[in-house]
């Protein structure tokens, strides 16, 4: 009778042991499982120094031959149906209402790559392009209309970030406008090289890798994964990192 009892207990305590062991075996696949989802990717070659997309794009397997149809096409084309008859209407924004504070996100779009954002009280500009044309020459990639304002118009900027340094993203006389004000700029690994050339001091810039973040006050920015690919000429194809963002302000949080 006690010997049957001692089975049962034993028999008790070895199922528990058991079950304990499954539970802390999958709890440490979740652990691992966390762990490797917060590893950084590798998204860079050493051995050509270029950075790539971590997923199959069909952009990235585009070589010279390639290109030059684009600009064939870009260049060379019947222009009238490539644009619009007409400008596209613009509303002039009234930036002592945008800045005014408020527990809400806003936003002005200036056009293609070109955003302002207010949040908590901070003006935040997203890959600014005010000058007329987006390409090495200034024959090249014009604007179809000037911007509704230009760069000296804007308010009080206290950061800048960059996804890329496309020339339709990165702007040499926009970012240079810059250089001598306050303001912060925040942009993916590689570009701060460029700012530095362009009379940016060193200091004004934070450059991150893909899920590094950094804070301007109380808001928070984290360079995310994007499928794209970055180069300003004929030999810099992929030599500095393109980067979508995450910007975590108190109120609201834009991706």
């Known amino acids: 009778m006690h010997f049957n009892k001692f089975k049962a207990v034993y028999g008790s305590v070895k199922t528990t042991v058991y079950c304990f062991k499954i539970q802390l075996i999958f709890l440490m696949f979740i ?18 120094k270029e950075y790539f997309n971590t997923e199959t794009t069909t952009v990235m397997k585009v070589g010279f031959k390639e290109n030059m149809k684009v600009i064939k096409e870009s260049f060379f084309c019947i222009r009238k149906i490539r644009k619009p008859k007409y400008r596209l209407p613009q509303i002039s924004p009234n930036f002592k209402s945008f800045t005014e504070k408020s527990d809400k996100v806003k936003f002005i779009w200036f056009g293609h790559s070109t955003l302002l954002l207010n949040i908590d ?125 995450v910007i975590e302000g108190i109120p609201k949080n834009i991706f």
Request: charged letters at 25%; proline letters at 6%; hydrophobic letters at 40%.
């Open 31 to 48: 652990f691992i499982g966390e762990s490797m989802a917060n590893q950084k990717i590798e998204n860079y070659l050493p051995k050509t």
């Open 121 to 245: 009280e901070q003006n935040i500009l997203i890959d600014p392009v005010f000058s007329g044309n987006a390409a090495p020459f200034s024959f090249m990639v014009k604007r179809f209309q000037p911007p509704v304002v230009g760069v000296e118009s804007l308010p009080k900027i206290d950061t800048i970030v960059i996804s890329h340094n496309h020339y339709d993203h990165l702007d040499k006389k926009t970012i240079k406008f810059f250089k001598d004000t306050e303001t912060k700029f925040i942009v993916p690994l590689g570009v701060k090289n460029i700012l530095i050339k362009w009379g940016i001091d060193k200091d004004k810039v934070t450059e991150l890798d893909w899920y590094q973040s950094t804070k301007q006050g109380q808001i928070k920015f984290t360079a995310t994964p994007a499928k794209h690919f970055s180069g300003r000429g004929l030999f810099d194809r992929n030599k500095t990192l393109w980067a979508s963002w």
